[in-house]
Every structure is written in C-alpha cells, then in structure tokens.
C-alpha cells in the first residue's frame, strides 16, 4: 500500500530543486530500471508490481533497497509517464568525479531540451566518452526525460557543471574542438583526449566560447537544411573520431 508520504514525496522529485536539495532522482521502466541496478549507483527504493518483482529479484539480492509491491493504480499515481510501466526506482545522484585530462570531454552549451540531453548522453556512451560537462545555463541531467531518453547511459557517464567559458579558458586550445556549421576542418581529431564543443540547436556557440577553441568541426552536407539536430550532430563528429583516433 503506497502511503501519502511516499506518493508527495516522488511526486516532489519532478522539481529541480527537491532533486538537487534531497540528491535523489527517479527512474522508470524495466529497461531503465535493470540499467540502474547494474550500475554502482544507489538504489533507496523500488516500486515495482508483483510480476516485476517475481523476475527481477536477483538484481536486488546484493542490495539493502527498501521494496515496494504495488499494482497499477499505484505506479500511477507516482508514474511520470503517461503510461507506466511495471517499476519505478529513487536512486541518489552520484559525487561528482574528477575529471581525467587523458580522455576525451564532451562539452555543451544551454542544451535546454532534457529528451535531447538523454540521447546525446547515450551516443557519448556508446563512442566511450566517459566525461560530459554541461554549462551551468543547461537542463538538469536528472529530469526524468533526460534519464529515460539515456537508456541507461546516465548511469555511466560520469556529468560534471561549471562555467564553460573559464573552464576551456585553463584548457589546451589545441585539444578543443568547436562544432560551427561553417568554415570548420571536416576531418575529426586524431588524438586520444579531444575537447568536444557543441552548443544548442537555437544558437550555437558564442563567440566567447569560438575564440578559446583551437579547432573547429563542420560536418559537410549537401547544405540544403539549415542545420542538423544535434544529436544527429554529436554521432557523426564522435563516430568519426572514435574510427579515426
């Protein structure tokens, strides 16, 4: 039986402020779900319906998470998809980890749109880029959008914040590569810990952020859209530098 308690408490978790104030974030869904408990992150709580429970209690076996059966009236109440789907978990936003100058970093800049945030979160994880820092102007990586569209990949990914401006300004410009739709080298980088810098799909980069960059990237096209969605966008340039490098 899920109590009022439980019920505004997740509910709550759909504001930045609780999330960053009480360090927890939600997930949902079996895919999602099984990602995060394979992972090293902390699980609090598990909702989950009695099928899900009965399939999946060997990822909870090594864990001292506090479950929760409840039916589908419940999960929707606490759900924040429109349809839910058999479990949701509280895990606890991870430390922040330092950051390794031997391996590539994906930079963006006001990425705004946390479904977008989730795949490029997936595709840096599926090239092996294991640090992404976001401007401190971006979406919150632990909206429940952006933890869906990752699929899992947030939980691998180690995020970090800060002011990209004076964090690239300490930076080797040589190692910081600028995504620009025009004027840029099409070739990627060949070394081993680019700086990868993208900006939102609305305005790009700024000229602050253009002048400390050493290189710039344009993926040539037939030029007959005005721009590439920037997930699209992330893939190509991290594809060719993961086959090039």
């Known amino acids: 039986m899920l109590s009022k308690q439980n ?15 009480e360090k927890l974030f939600v997930a949902e869904g079996p895919k999602v779900c099984e990602e ?9 709580d598990v909702f989950g319906e009695s099928s899900w429970f009965s399939s999946n209690m060997h990822l909870l076996k090594s864990r001292s998470t506090r479950m929760h059966e409840v039916d589908g009236n419940e999960l929707k109440k606490i759900s924040f998809l429109r349809t839910p789907n058999e479990v949701l978990c509280i895990a606890r936003i991870p430390e ?16 705004n749109d946390p479904g977008n945030l989730g795949t490029i979160l997936r595709t840096a994880d599926w090239f092996g880029v294991e640090d992404v820092l976001l401007s401190n102007s971006s979406v919150d990586p632990y909206n429940e959008k952006t933890v ?10 180690n995020l970090h914040q800060a002011d990209l401006g004076e964090f690239l300004m300490k930076q080797d410009a040589g190692r910081i590569y600028a995504a620009h739709p025009r004027g840029g ?11 990868f810098l993208f900006g939102s799909e609305s305005h790009g980069l700024g000229s602050d952020l253009l002048k400390v960059s050493g290189n710039r990237i344009t993926i040539p096209g037939a030029g ?22």
């Not at 995060?36 to 609090?44: F, K, N, P």
């Not at 922040?96 to 990425?111: S, V």
């Open 7 to 21: 019920i505004s408490k997740i509910r709550s978790l759909s504001q930045k402020k609780v999330r960053m104030r």
């Open 36 to 44: 995060l408990l394979q992972s090293d992150l902390e699980v609090t």
């Open 96 to 111: 922040k980890q330092a950051l390794d100058e031997k391996k590539a970093l994906l930079c963006l800049d006001e990425i």
């Open 148 to 157: 869906m569209a990752s699929m899992g990949s947030l939980f691998r990914v």
């Open 185 to 195: 080298n099409a070739s990627g980088p060949q070394i081993d810990n680019p700086i």
């Open 224 to 245: 007959k859209t005005e721009s590439l969605n920037l997930g699209i966008s992330v893939g190509i340039v991290l594809s060719g530098w993961f086959q090039n490098r």
